[in-house]
């Protein structure tokens, strides 16, 4: 999911998104205890590093999305942690623009809830590391 810059949605779409994503700001913040902050700090972090890293692809490039693999680890607590990542990218390298920064937010973040909510209690009854595995590799790929 590419970051969307100012001036390419309308103002119902930006409202519309910006209001999912308070919304969802609000419940996860709601939910996340205190001992889960420093997991979800630095996760966030590795979000955040990983996205710089680009790989081209014809005349473009795309970088790693870890919401999918973040989701299924923090459950709801990935929510503040790639919003605060996404506020860092979009101010100190310019990706997506502030206007459109709720649309981004829910964009990237909401496929990380998905995630959570859908395979994280599949995750809890796994007891083979190889079935783990392949569904941190279906995480992976489901929060693209």
């Known amino acids: 999911m590419a970051h969307i810059p100012d001036g390419v949605l309308s103002l119902p ?3 519309t998104g910006g209001a999912a994503s308070v919304a969802a ?12 902050i420093p ?19 014809g005349p ?8 999918g693999l973040m989701g299924l680890v923090l459950g709801w607590a990935a929510i503040p942690a790639i919003v605060v990542s996404l506020f860092l990218q979009m101010i100190f ?25 859908v395979l994280r209690p599949w995750l809890m009854r796994v007891g083979d590391p190889r079935q783990a595995g392949v569904l941190g590799a279906v995480a992976g790929a489901g929060g693209v």
């Open 13 to 15: 779409v930006l409202v």
């Open 25 to 36: 700001i609000g419940v996860a913040v709601a939910r996340l205890r205190s001992h889960d």
């Open 39 to 57: 997991r979800t700090a630095v996760l966030g972090a590795v979000f955040f590093v990983a996205s710089l890293i680009t790989l081209p692809v």
């Open 60 to 67: 473009t490039t795309v970088h790693p999305l870890l919401n």
């Open 93 to 117: 390298f310019g990706f997506g623009g502030l206007t459109a920064f709720g649309v981004n937010v829910f964009n990237i973040a909401v496929p990380a809830l998905l995630v959570a909510l």
